[in-house]
T-cell receptor, first 120, second 114 residues
Framework: GAVVSQHPSRVICKSGTSVKIECRSL??????MFWYRQFPKQSLMLMAT?????????EQGVEKDKFLINHASLTLSTLTVTSAHPEDSSFYIC????????????????FGPGTRLLVL | AQSVTQLGSHVSVSEGALVLLRCNYS??????LFWYVQYPNQGLQLLLK??????LVKGINGFEAEFKKSETSFHLTKPSAHMSDAAEYFC????????????FGPGTSLSVIP
């Protein structure tokens, strides 16, 4: 149980284009989803937290107009990198929390496999 | 505020040897503690977690960790390393009052020498 998928796993785009990354919870209702960014050889940095049906909460320093997050259903959140530039190249990982499950599930974030973005 | 430190950005062990990855945390309130493993170009997989109860926690793949409040530590161990254990390991902390705010340590890269 508690499987999270991401699509695509890898994307290459030209500078100036927008890229959408999907994050899905496959076997539970993800009341809360998280988007992280990970640079090579570094830890995960939280970009934003989104609750189903409400606006995302962005961490300090993250541009909300550049990284658009939509959490329209209990199983799907999307991250759109608008007008991508080479400095946006990174590994983007989503995670989800089952806010309606038993306590042991609510306490844990389950991670997707990540999306490698390369902006040329 | 919570924080996590992991002593040793890179640890190398021989196959069959003991694995010890260190994690220390700071938290003003009782924390939840996690260990995640990340294989190259993949997401994070939960190894184990401590929330309440028994301080020695057993996880997947033969790993275990012990919560020591007096030492503010949550070190990860495995009695005998396997080649497949080579990966990046992250210790993380969150609060019982706020599951959403998970703070990750910088990670420790484990290499296993045949």
């Amino acid at each position: 149980g508690a499987v999270v998928s991401q699509h695509p796993s890898r994307v290459i785009c030209k500078s100036g284009t927008s890229v959408k990354i999907e994050c899905r919870s496959l076997d539970f209702q993800a009341t809360t989803m998280f988007w992280y960014r990970q640079f090579p050889k570094q830890s995960l940095m939280l970009m934003a937290t989104s609750n189903e049906g409400s606006k995302a909460t962005y961490e300090q320093g993250v541009e909300k107009d550049k990284f658009l997050i939509n959490h329209a259903s209990l199983t799907l959140s999307t991250l759109t990198v608008t007008s991508a530039h080479p400095e946006d190249s990174s590994f983007y990982i989503c995670s989800a929390r089952d806010g309606k499950g038993v306590l042991s599930q609510q306490e844990t974030q389950y991670f997707g496999p990540g999306t490698r973005l390369l902006v040329l | 505020a919570q924080s996590v430190t992991q002593l040793g950005s890179h640890v190398s062990v021989s196959e069959g040897a003991l694995v010890l990855l260190r994690c220390n945390y700071s938290s003003s309130v009782p924390p939840y503690l996690f260990w995640y493993v990340q294989y190259p170009n993949q997401g994070l997989q939960l190894l184990l977690k401590y929330t309440t109860g028994a301080t020695l926690v057993k996880g997947i793949n033969g790993f275990e960790a012990e919560f020591k409040k007096s030492e503010t530590s949550f070190h990860l161990t495995k009695p005998s390393a396997h080649m497949s254990d080579a990966a990046e390991y992250f210790c993380a902390v969150s609060l019982k009052t706020s599951y959403d705010k998970v703070i990750f340590g910088p990670g420790t890269s484990l290499s296993v020498i045949p």
